[in-house]
């Protein structure tokens, strides 16, 4: 049906949908816009549609708008509510030129930044002398050089390839033994890199391993296989300990007496000996050379080997592994030594504590440290060994980590124990 926007109010009303208002419009949607070219008559609004061929044909809107210009919406026919429901808006002002002179303000002068560094007067040499400022960022000697050149740094002061004695020499032999019943606690490990430190340094150093499984042995590179005189031989067949003890090969006065598997049956033998619990003992000092550290590695028991260990030694040096379990068997080790002092040797001291296998990362090991320290006081070395691979590494290659990995952790926690062991017994004190 075309509608040319007659109104004929006789008219049936067509029908009007749900969504559209009585106004024809639908709900919630303003009106749209007038076209200011209808009310000029240059065209006529069009929409577009599809019949049933599926071609757009133009059919013209129903109802014409008034232009803007003409005040706004005119009263449509039939519909005189329209203008008032929607008023045509007030036109904008227009502004008119002025001919007035703008003048334009003069820029600013540039104003000095808050944040600009300001420049101290300088200062006289007095002041320079007492006043001198360094920044925190200013890096030191350490933070300056680069992580290869202090690690080779410390190598070479650890492997000391002078060989001047720059740890001092007791003025008498010290021995010691390394010794705790608790297993995997690294007390071989601890007399190896001890002892290795020692004589790179400029002391003349013994290791006796007294223990079946001859780790010691291994770590300093020494045959201990069936068949080589070895430790054994001293304490059951009165054997001269210089015709056990072997030269290690690569490192200056260090000598080692190995341990093989035929120590495993010394304990039974030992029991029907006389004077079993000193045979060690008269071993070492019918030696006819003179040692500043002879180091003693006892089996991880309490046995006789260990009784002849602590009968031979003037000190025991034990390590601690920073868990609770080395704790829980510390004090039945200290009550041995206790009767071994009343009875056998009264001159045995407990004179070293050396925490190893330390984990900064746990509070366990710290809650450890606190304990020892507290319990036994200027005898825990200020030195501390931390967990290091290149320490459980050295022994495949028949090296302590000294020579092994000199510029790590491992060998330089040992080092500085080493040191601590040697400035204490110069002074006399212990360590």
């Known amino acids: 049906m075309h509608?040319?926007?007659?109104?004929?109010?006789?008219?049936?009303?067509p029908h009007v949908s749900r969504e559209t208002g009585p106004d024809g419009w639908a709900v919630g949607r303003r009106a749209p816009v007038p076209d200011p070219r209808v009310a000029n008559g240059q065209s006529e609004p069009v929409a577009s549609a599809t019949d049933g061929s599926g071609s757009a044909t133009r059919v013209p809107l129903a109802v014409p708008f008034s232009s803007p210009e003409s005040g706004g919406n005119a009263a449509l026919p039939g519909r005189p509510d329209v203008a008032e429901?929607?008023?045509?808006?007030?036109?904008?002002?227009?502004?008119?030129p002025s001919t007035d002179r703008v003048d334009v303000a003069p820029p600013r002068p540039a104003q000095p930044r808050t944040d600009a560094p300001t420049v101290a007067p300088e200062a006289t040499p007095e002041e320079a002398v007492t006043d001198a400022y360094v920044s925190r960022e200013t890096p030191t000697r350490e933070e300056d050089d680069p992580p290869?050149?202090?690690e080779a740094l410390r190598a070479v002061q650890i492997l000391n390839p002078s060989g001047v004695v720059t740890m001092p020499r007791p003025d008498?032999?010290?021995?010691?033994?390394?010794?705790?019943?608790?297993?995997?606690?690294?007390?071989?490990?601890?007399t190896v890199n001890l002892a290795v430190a020692l004589a790179l340094h400029g002391n003349r150093v013994l290791v006796v391993d007294l223990d079946p499984q001859g780790n010691a042995s291994t770590g300093l590179n020494v045959p201990h296989h069936a068949g080589i005189p070895?430790?054994?031989?001293?304490?059951?067949?009165?054997?001269?300990?210089?015709?056990?003890?072997q030269a290690v090969e690569g490192i200056p006065n260090l000598w080692c007496v190995p341990a093989t598997i035929d120590l495993a049956g010394a304990e039974i033998e030992l029991v029907s000996v006389v004077a079993r619990e000193s045979r060690l003992s008269r071993a070492i000092a019918a030696h006819p050379d003179t040692f500043d550290y002879v180091f003693i590695d006892c089996p991880p028991s309490l046995g006789l080997l260990t009784v002849n260990a602590l009968v031979a030694a003037q000190e025991v040096l034990i390590p601690i592994q920073c868990e609770?379990?080395?704790?829980?068997?510390?004090?039945?080790?200290?009550?041995?030594?206790?009767?071994?002092r009343q009875?056998?040797?009264?001159?045995?001291?407990?004179?070293?504590?050396?925490?190893?296998?330390y984990d900064r990362r746990t509070r366990l090991a710290d809650a450890v440290e606190q304990d020892v320290r507290n319990h036994f006081g200027d005898k825990v070395l200020r030195a501390v060994i931390p967990r290091n691979v290149r320490v459980s590494e050295a022994p495949s290659y028949g090296q302590s980590v000294m020579?092994?990995?000199?510029?790590?952790?491992?060998?330089?926690?040992?080092?500085?124990?080493?040191?601590?062991?040697?400035?204490?017994?110069?002074?006399?004190?212990?360590?």
């Open 3 to 13: 509608d040319n926007g007659n109104h004929d109010p006789g008219a049936t009303a």
């Open 85 to 96: 429901r929607y008023p045509a808006p007030a036109p904008r002002p227009q502004p008119t």
């Open 148 to 150: 290869l050149a202090m």
């Open 172 to 190: 008498h032999t010290r021995i010691m033994c390394v010794a705790n019943q608790k297993g995997g606690v690294g007390k071989t490990t601890t």
């Open 230 to 245: 070895d430790v054994y031989d001293c304490l059951i067949d009165n054997v001269p300990l210089s015709d056990v003890a």
């Open 324 to 340: 609770y379990y080395a704790l829980e068997g510390l004090n039945q080790l200290i009550n041995n030594i206790n009767l071994v």
């Open 343 to 357: 009875h056998l040797n009264p001159t045995l001291d407990v004179s070293t504590i050396l925490l190893t296998m």
């Open 403 to 431: 020579t092994y990995d000199p510029g790590s952790r491992g060998a330089t926690s040992y080092f500085e124990a080493a040191q601590e062991i040697a400035e204490h017994g110069v002074k006399g004190g212990k360590a």
